[in-house]
């Protein structure tokens, strides 16, 4: 265990003395923990890293592959700090996308290792499908989109509750925005 960080290397060697060429990274990215394989160009894994998903253990172990690695991620859910820790630490993004990488569920075996591997394997090939990574301020834009539609969603769910309990009472709704008129009253 190296700071958090458990590593798994094939030859027993530290990753500098096995390999200094250049390197392909498999990122099976989740929540709380995440595997990344790191392979040579050739396809010989090199190692194999387990480690706790924060953006300080992922800029440590993302130096252990040199400089300017390729780094293949699947767009999932909370990718951004990754793919800007790994930008940050002079990798290249590569951001797969999902529907490319379907296939991954009908193997027998499936585990995080082998997804990582995979996921490598399709970016040294040539055949890994790719997302755009939207720059950050787009991303905010889209964020900020995405929050105002559920909130828009959740007021019209509330309205409709609302609308319920009053046809339950058998009270007549005569005045279509007077749930509108009503918020307009008490913000004001």
Same mark, same amino acid.
């Given at each position: 265990?190296?700071?958090?960080?458990?590593?798994?290397?094939?030859?027993?060697?530290?990753?500098?003395?096995?390999?200094?060429?250049?390197?392909?990274? +498999?990122?099976?990215?989740?929540?709380?923990? #995440?595997?990344?394989?790191?392979?040579?160009?050739?396809?010989?894994?090199?190692?194999?890293? !387990?480690?706790?998903?924060? /953006?300080?253990?992922? $800029? $440590?172990?993302?130096k252990r592959?040199?400089?300017? /690695?390729?780094?293949?991620?699947? $767009?999932?859910?909370?990718?951004?700090?990754?793919?800007?820790?790994?930008?940050?630490? +002079?990798?290249?993004?590569?951001?797969?996308? /999902?529907? +490319?990488?379907?296939?991954? #569920?009908?193997?027998?075996?499936?585990?995080?290792?082998?997804?990582?591997?995979?996921?490598?394997?399709?970016?040294?090939?040539? !055949?890994?499908?790719?997302?755009?990574?939207?720059?950050?301020e787009i991303?905010?834009?889209?964020?900020?989109?995405?929050? !105002?539609?559920k909130l828009?969603?959740?007021?019209?769910?509330?309205?409709?509750?609302?609308? +319920?309990?009053?046809?339950?009472?058998? #009270?007549?709704?005569?005045?279509?925005?007077?749930?509108?008129?009503?918020?307009?009253?008490?913000?004001?």
């Amino acid at each position: 265990m190296l700071g958090g960080v458990y590593v798994i290397y094939d030859d027993g060697r530290p990753l500098v003395e096995a390999y200094d060429g250049p390197q392909i990274v +498999g990122m099976d990215l989740h929540r709380r923990r #995440s595997v990344l394989v790191r392979m040579a160009e050739d396809g010989h894994k090199l190692s194999t890293a !387990r480690m706790a998903s924060s /953006p300080a253990r992922l $800029a $440590a172990e993302i130096k252990r592959a040199g400089l300017h /690695p390729k780094v293949v991620l699947e $767009a999932c859910y909370g990718w951004y700090w990754a793919a800007d820790t790994l930008t940050a630490a +002079g990798a290249e993004v590569h951001l797969a996308h /999902p529907l +490319g990488v379907k296939e991954f #569920s009908h193997r027998r075996v499936k585990n995080d290792e082998l997804d990582a591997r995979d996921l490598a394997d399709l970016l040294r090939m040539g !055949r890994l499908a790719e997302a755009w990574i939207a720059p950050a301020e787009i991303r905010e834009l889209r964020e900020i989109t995405r929050y !105002r539609g559920k909130l828009v969603q959740l007021r019209t769910s509330c309205k409709d509750q609302v609308h +319920g309990v009053l046809a339950k009472l058998g #009270s007549e709704v005569t005045c279509p925005g007077h749930l509108r008129r009503l918020g307009n009253t008490v913000a004001g």
